[in-house]
């Protein structure tokens, strides 16, 4: 502390201070407190900062029924204040929380980034208050505290309504001395107490001295104390003080006890009679109060009187016999029967042919027929009395009295049998979950040998099975016998028959197996049991079918199966259903099919890449991949290999990912553009690169990757940059062409789970100048400066008017403001204001950004300095040009978004095998 002597001013403002040392002096919270900044702004520069406070959005802590809500809206819950602060906030980063000298703590929302000339100041650190759920703490500070109105008083009328218990005159005792201090002192207590609480927190809230604050917190703990003796309940904010029950006259325990009866007694009376709530509550209030006291009498929990207990009824008598006994030919009739039963049963028993239990069951329904006949009823088995299984009587005798805690006979025969079925229960499933229930007796199985699993493949073998490919079945393939691999996808037993479907890829066929001569019911059943997406080779016959199978992508023919081998079997239980994540979900079918979510997908991605969706989307990504190397090869380019382990980030600034590289650091490459540059220097003219880029941008929209495929090129040319532009619009072009003649299939197959419009483009490109496009935006209704960048929203709008206007998806803007570009941009030399920089836009998205490199050694060092970059920091990448570098220019583009966009997809990480954003680092 330090005891102000003197201030000196200057002109109004305080320039300095005369002070001593006051360290004897520890009362610091009364101490005022005054923060300097030094005023050498070169030696320790003050950061600017912004302090946001945010407010209640409603004003009013618990709105009444009648209340109108907008009256309580707060117009301005959000308050800024332009401050200036430590050289050290310039070093925060977003999400990082500080404490402030007399201002509380805060949490960094926006960092300090120096000055831009493209808004000609620097980016003050924005700092958003932390509230500590103080009264106080809300709000801009300094504000004054709500004011509070007159407490409302509840009348005993409302009392009711809240559940409060019966005036004393309703009961008609007279109350317990307890239960007036309850009513009279206690409703003055807790008004104390509450009183209290407030004082004790406005000492808080106003950072009152420890002193001043312990002794209202002592106060209020004696009030509490106070409270508990008086009412015997402990305090609690917004409590109802109860009224002690009347003890009933007497006293004792017994007295209570009918008390209580008597008391439930009526609660019955009146829940039956449908009486008012507040009547019904009275009284079951006074139930509980009678209840308490029982227990406190006798120190038990009242219970009802045991009721006696039944006699036991007499044994019924044995029932009268069912039916007469059999005479005269129903009696010969019955005996035939019963012996060509087991006659039958015999032959099954010992797996007889066919033909001869047949033969045999021919037999004993004609004798059944002949039974009903003569009698005229339907023969049935004689009932026979089972020794040990049967049903229990349903009206058994009475069994003696079970002892206490002990069950009756009745009941532990009841425990046993729900055992016995539980435990089957359980063994059927484990069973059924391992593909092993037990088959009935089926009779010799013909197909032995044609059915099963295969020992692990450990490539012991080369057998000369030809395995033909899904794809390739269709109608010239008619009755041929064939063999295919591939996953089950479906499967659906009735019967003796089970159809199933076989998946390979993107392709599908319908397979069925049915009971005959050669395959018989123990095959069917094993096929029926194969687990979905196991992996099978089935021999089987193409057959023609008579109406195509909508639900198979070869429609025109089936498979008769005749061998079935399971070559590597799945878990029964799958995280998700093939056939749920490849359904179109459309408004008419929400909520009758199981969705299948993004975090769901990626989670078991394994799973979701089998889909014929995602197995058409990646197989089109490689067809972009492959057509950007085909096209530029032919037009000359050579394809280099940049590294992507560097010394300093490749375009400065904070969205790098830092390694440690053995005793020091490295970063991740953000972008080959340096090396592509040094590759133009070394006198290739024209290169490109594929490979990995990696940004760690904490940006978590449905474009943005901290790792993806970059297509990058760089090309010397000979007068003009637009050479360059021409040369990737051509290569646009190309590749949009190559895509739709070459993976038509693949489009559809994604268009019909992801609807869409085609890809529409120009040949040549359609290109227009940013003059061109903020006019059209302006004329859209946009409003925007003419050096303004493009916002997210505007390049779409600019891509839809372009659409409407030129029918293309896909457009270059040229002329890109100066101000908006890196500093290695080449300035238009006609009008200072703009460059010779451009985008490339897909469905009104960015998906190439490019320019005129600056390659003057001189002339990069001058607009380094015009942007305030530091020239240590990029001291590489001048030096690449010292030695003479032809002009060139060059751009990047993502290869998942290219994909994204030419497929119209709502999600960059469905075109990302493996997606990386700043929440998801597995699979």
């Known amino acids: 502390n330090l005891m102000i002597k003197k201030v000196n001013k200057k002109d109004g403002k305080v320039v300095s201070v005369d002070a001593e040392q ?110 500590d759920g103080s009264v106080g703490s809300y709000g801009a500070p300094g504000k004054a505290p709500p004011a509070k109105g007159p407490e409302k008083k509840t009348t005993t009328k409302e009392g009711k309504k809240q559940g409060g218990a019966p005036t004393p005159a309703k009961q008609g005792k007279a109350a317990s001395p307890a239960a007036a201090a309850g009513s009279g002192s206690g409703d003055k207590l807790n008004a104390s107490v509450t009183a209290q609480g407030e004082l004790v927190r406005k000492l808080k809230a106003d950072k009152a001295g420890k002193p001043e604050v312990d002794e209202a917190v002592k106060k209020l703990l004696a009030l509490k104390a106070e409270f508990k003796s008086a009412t015997g309940q402990d305090w609690k904010p917004g409590m109802t003080i109860t009224k002690a029950a009347a003890a009933p006259a007497g006293g004792s325990a017994d007295a209570i006890n009918a008390a209580t009866a008597a008391q439930g007694d009526l609660v019955r009376k009146l829940k039956t009679e449908k009486a008012a709530k507040p009547e019904i509550d009275a009284a079951v209030k006074k139930l509980l109060a009678l209840k308490a006291e029982y227990k406190a009498a006798t120190g038990k929990d009242w219970k009802p009187a045991a009721e006696p207990k039944a006699a036991p009824k007499k044994a019924a008598s044995p029932p009268a016999a069912a039916t007469a006994e059999l005479t005269g030919p129903g009696a010969a009739i019955d005996a035939a029967i019963k012996g060509q039963g087991e006659t039958v049963r015999k032959l099954k028993t010992e797996k007889a042919d066919k033909a001869a239990i047949d033969e045999a069951v021919k037999k004993l329904l004609s004798l059944k ?87 692990m493949n450990q490539s012991k073998d080369k057998p000369s ?111 998700l259903q093939i056939e749920d994540a490849a359904r179109q979900l459309t408004e008419e079918n929400e909520g009758t099919f199981a969705r299948v979510n993004q975090d769901v997908r990626l989670d078991n991605r394994v799973l979701d890449l089998r889909t014929p969706t995602n197995q058409a989307i990646f197989r089109l990504e490689a067809g972009v991949c492959q057509l950007f190397r085909d096209t530029l090869a032919k037009k000359g380019f050579v394809e280099i290999h940049t590294p992507k382990i560097i010394s300093a980030a490749s375009e400065g600034g904070a969205n790098v990912f830092k390694v440690s590289y053995f005793k020091g650091s490295a970063f991740l490459a953000q972008s080959p553009q340096l090396y592509k540059q040094m590759a133009i220097a070394g006198d290739f003219e024209k290169v490109f690169t594929v490979g990995g880029v990696f940004r760690a941008e904490d940006s978590n929209t449905h474009r943005h990757l901290t790792e993806f495929v970059g297509l990058d090129l760089e090309m010397a040319f000979k007068f003009h940059y637009h050479e360059v532009v ?31 419009e085609p890809f529409k483009f120009l040949d040549p490109p359609l ?78 998205e960015e998906i190439l950004s490019g320019a005129q490199r600056i390659h003057n050694t001189e002339f990069l060092i001058e607009r380094a300095k015009h942007h305030g970059i530091e020239l240590n920091t990029i001291a590489s990448y001048i030096d690449s040009f010292r030695y003479g570098c032809p002009p060139h220019a060059g751009g990047g583009i993502g290869m998942e978004r290219v994909t994204m966009l030419y497929l119209g997809l709502d999600n960059i990480r469905k075109t990302s095998m493996f997606p990386r954003d700043p929440k998801r680092l597995t699979p």
């Not at 229960?425 to 197909?447: L, M, N, R, T, Y």
């Not at 295919?484 to 996808?489: A, D, E, I, N, S």
């Not at 029926?528 to 193409?542: G, Y």
């Open 369 to 455: 027929a002949e039974f009903k006949a003569a009698t005229g009823a339907d023969w049935k088995p004689a009932e026979q009395k089972k020794e040990t299984k049967g049903k229990e009587n349903k009206k058994p005798e009475a069994s003696a009295p079970a002892a206490d805690g002990e069950k009756s006979e009745t009941q532990k025969k009841r425990d046993a049998k729900k055992a016995e079925k539980a435990n089957k229960k359980a063994a059927h499933k484990s069973d059924e979950a391992g593909g092993q229930v037990e088959a009935k007796d089926e009779g010799p199985d013909v197909s032995s040998g044609k059915y099963g699993t295969q020992e």
């Open 767 to 844: 290109r227009l100048e940013f003059p061109e496009a903020v006019e059209m935006l302006k004329e859209a209704g946009v409003e925007m400066g003419d050096e303004d960048d493009l916002s997210t929203p505007n390049e779409k709008l600019l891509g839809r008017i372009v659409k409407a206007k030129y029918d293309t998806d896909y457009f270059i803007l040229d002329k890109y403001p100066l101000a908006v570009r890196p500093f290695y941009t080449m300035p238009d030399p006609v009008d200072g204001k703009y460059s010779n920089s451009y985008d490339m836009f897909m469905r009104g």
């Open 726 to 756: 021409d040369t990737i619009g051509d290569l646009f072009t190309q590749m949009f062409r190559g895509l739709r003649d070459k993976y038509s299939q693949e489009i559809e197959t994604v268009s019909q789970q992801f609807p869409c």
């Open 465 to 575: 099975t030809v395995l033909t490919p899904v794809k390739e079945l269709g109608m010239k393939m008619n009755e041929k016998t064939v063999t295919v691999r591939g996953r089950v996808h479906t499967s659906r037993a009735k019967g003796k028959q089970c159809f199933f479907v076989i998946r390979q890829q993107q392709v599908t066929i319908q397979c069925l197996a049915f009971v005959n001569e050669s395959i018989s019911k123990q095959m069917v059943n094993f096929i029926a049991n194969v687990t979905k997406e196991s992996i099978v080779d089935v021999e089987a016959v193409v057959k023609k079918v008579d109406e195509k199978i909508e639900s198979c992508t070869q429609q025109d023919v089936e498979l008769h199966v005749k061998q079935v081998w399971v070559v590597s079997a799945s878990d029964p239980r799958l995280p």
């Open 22 to 131: 006051n360290t004897d002096n520890k009362d610091f919270k009364k101490t005022l407190k005054v923060t300097w900044l030094c005023d050498e702004q070169e030696k320790s520069p003050s950061t600017p900062a912004i302090l946001v406070y945010y407010d209640h959005i409603i004003s009013k802590a618990i709105l009444d029924k009648d209340d109108d809500f907008k009256k309580f809206i707060e117009p301005s819950s959000k308050h800024e204040f332009e401050m200036l602060g430590d050289p050290e906030l310039k070093t925060l980063k977003k999400g990082d929380m500080i404490q402030v000298q007399r201002r509380g703590y805060f949490i960094c929302d926006v960092e300090y980034r120096p000055y831009n000339s493209c808004v000609g100041r620097a980016r003050p650190v924005v700092l958003i208050s932390i509230p």
